[in-house]
């Protein structure tokens, strides 16, 4: 079945940098997007950006702009998701979804806790 | 703040209907599509509802979503203790050019 399996926690101290990967197994990796979106303690959900696996086009959300890099690596259908110059209020889950278009995640992988501190 | 608005927090015995409503605005939910996911803690969130109003494969059809306007709202009926989750709309902003969330709503099955 189709799964996003992502890379194990990671702690950073502030100022660094941290990058997380998404395997996509059962499914033409090149048919859709992948976006990411994570979730601060007690916080709600937050878009970052996707990216098409395609084509390698790449939308940011305002906020991680200049911050933030999305990548892809279609022989290995994984995606990448770097997060620099880190602070406190990064720690959050990271989250890799399948995108279908519209804007909608309809496979989310387990998640990715990032610490800061 | 998020620019979708959702009730903090709703409630419900067993076995009865909640609805959970969602507001924007023409550049977001009066132009595009909605979905919504349910996230219970400790766990990732999956999709319940997309384009709306339809149900990817597996949700039961105790799940539902409408949209009137630069509203949309998702039903559950049948309330189950295992419902208890938060719950998010999302959408895509015209203006913003990204994918937008609803704050989310706590369910509490009582």
């Known amino acids: 079945q189709v799964q996003m399996v992502q890379s194990g926690d990671e702690a950073k101290k502030p100022g660094a940098s941290v990058k997380v990967s998404c395997k996509a197994t059962?499914?033409?990796?090149?048919?859709?997007?992948i976006s990411w979106v994570r979730r601060a303690p007690g916080q709600g959900l937050e878009w970052m950006g996707w990216i098409s696996a395609d084509n390698g086009n790449i939308k940011y959300a305002q906020k991680f702009q200049g911050r933030v890099t999305l990548t892809t690596d279609a022989s290995t259908s994984t995606s990448f998701m770097e997060l620099r110059s880190l602070r406190s209020d990064d720690t959050a889950v990271y989250y890799c979804?399948?995108?279908?278009?519209?804007?909608?995640?309809?496979?989310w992988g387990k998640g990715t806790t990032v610490t800061v501190s | 703040q998020s620019v979708l608005t959702q009730p903090p927090s709703v409630s419900a015995a067993p076995g009865q209907k909640v609805t959970i409503s969602c507001s924007g605005s023409s550049s977001n939910i009066g132009n595009n599509y909605v979905s919504w996911y349910q996230q219970i803690p400790g766990t990732a969130p999956i999709l319940l509802i997309y384009d709306n109003n339809k149900r990817p494969s597996g949700i039961p059809d105790r799940f539902s979503g409408s949209k009137s306007g630069t509203s949309a709202t998702l039903g559950i009926t049948g309330l189950q203790t295992g419902d208890e989750a938060d719950y998010y709309c999302?959408?895509?902003?015209?203006?913003?050019?990204?994918?937008?969330f609803g704050g989310g709503t706590k369910l509490t099955v009582l």
């Open positions: 979804t399948r995108g279908r278009g519209r804007g909608t995640s309809d496979v």
């Open positions: 999302g959408t895509w902003d015209s203006s913003l050019s990204g994918v937008i």
């Open positions: 059962g499914y033409t990796f090149t048919t859709y997007a």
